[in-house]
């Protein structure tokens, strides 16, 4: 099995959305756009990518969401050196259709007494949704390891929800430790380094901004 060295999880650049949550009553969140902040953002994540990756090859997934496509070109890698795939099941929690921008407002309120992981948006998902589909993703990864001829670098161009989701999934964290911890900022980066005792190690923790609070003995 050619397990890559690093596993680089990057959160897109600032979007519309992000500077103006009333966007989202005329825009669809697939189609939100990265603003001049994000187009910036996205640059300076590729200067430091170029850097990490120098001529190594990468294996790269992108959300099939606009502002990932477009963080993804600002990147700027080589494409003789790069293959990429588009993976729905990176995409965003979706959070309905159309969005109300008050009702959202009223959600994320529920959300934040409610739980992150476990409240549902109308016609929307939960947390726990989203971390299915990731479940679903890292079984494919894992297989795709099995190819001799694997990259040595896997790059994933996601969103931040998706991104805590995927480190809770691959390094066993229980729902209080995922509660526990902030999103990643808009072009910031988490990598999963992998060591000499064969486990993958997180590069930086995320932020937390309270004490875990566990129901039990998973901390």
Same mark, same amino acid.
């Given at each position: @099995?050619?397990?890559?060295?690093?596993?680089?999880?990057?959160?897109?650049?600032?979007?519309?959305?992000?500077a103006?949550? /009333?966007? =989202?009553?005329?825009? $669809?969140?697939?189609? !939100?756009?990265?603003?001049?902040?994000?187009?910036?953002?996205?640059?300076? +994540?590729?200067?430091r990518?170029?850097?990490? #990756?120098?001529?190594?090859?990468?294996?790269?997934?992108? /959300? $099939?969401?606009?502002?990932?496509?477009?963080?993804?070109?600002?990147?700027? %890698?080589? $494409? /003789?050196?790069?293959?990429?795939?588009?993976?729905?099941?990176?995409?965003?929690?979706?959070?309905?259709?159309?969005?109300?921008?008050?009702?959202?407002?009223?959600? @994320?309120? =529920?959300?934040?007494? =409610?739980?992150?992981?476990?409240?549902? #948006?109308?016609? *929307?998902?939960? *947390?726990?949704?989203?971390?299915?589909?990731?479940?679903?993703?890292l079984?494919? !990864?894992?297989?795709? #390891?099995?190819?001799? +001829?694997?990259?040595?670098?896997?790059? %994933?161009?996601?969103?931040?929800?998706?991104?805590?989701?995927?480190? @809770?999934?691959?390094?066993?964290?229980?729902?209080?430790?995922?509660?526990?911890? /902030?999103? $990643?900022?808009?072009?910031?980066?988490?990598?999963?380094?992998?060591?000499?005792?064969?486990?993958y190690?997180?590069?930086?923790? #995320?932020?937390?901004?309270?004490?875990?609070?566990? =129901?039990?003995?998973?901390?």
């Amino acid at each position: @099995m050619a397990r890559p060295r690093r596993i680089v999880l990057l959160r897109h650049g600032e979007s519309e959305g992000n500077a103006d949550d /009333s966007v =989202y009553e005329r825009v $669809p969140d697939h189609a !939100l756009r990265l603003t001049e902040t994000g187009r910036r953002q996205a640059e300076e +994540a590729g200067e430091r990518l170029r850097a990490t #990756f120098g001529d190594e090859r990468v294996s790269i997934y992108v /959300s $099939p969401y606009r502002r990932t496509h477009q963080t993804l070109k600002l990147l700027d %890698l080589d $494409p /003789s050196r790069t293959r990429v795939r588009e993976e729905p099941r990176l995409r965003e929690q979706d959070w309905g259709n159309w969005q109300d921008r008050e009702d959202v407002r009223k959600q @994320m309120a =529920y959300r934040d007494a =409610y739980g992150h992981f476990f409240y549902r #948006f109308a016609q *929307g998902e939960s *947390g726990a949704d989203v971390y299915d589909r990731v479940d679903a993703f890292l079984e494919s !990864l894992w297989r795709s #390891f099995e190819d001799p +001829a694997h990259p040595p670098n896997v790059l %994933l161009v996601t969103h931040g929800l998706t991104m805590r989701l995927f480190c @809770m999934r691959w390094l066993h964290w229980s729902v209080a430790e995922f509660e526990s911890l /902030s999103n $990643p900022g808009n072009g910031e980066m988490r990598t999963l380094l992998l060591g000499s005792d064969g486990r993958y190690h997180l590069d930086r923790p #995320f932020e937390r901004w309270c004490t875990p609070k566990s =129901y039990g003995h998973t901390g």
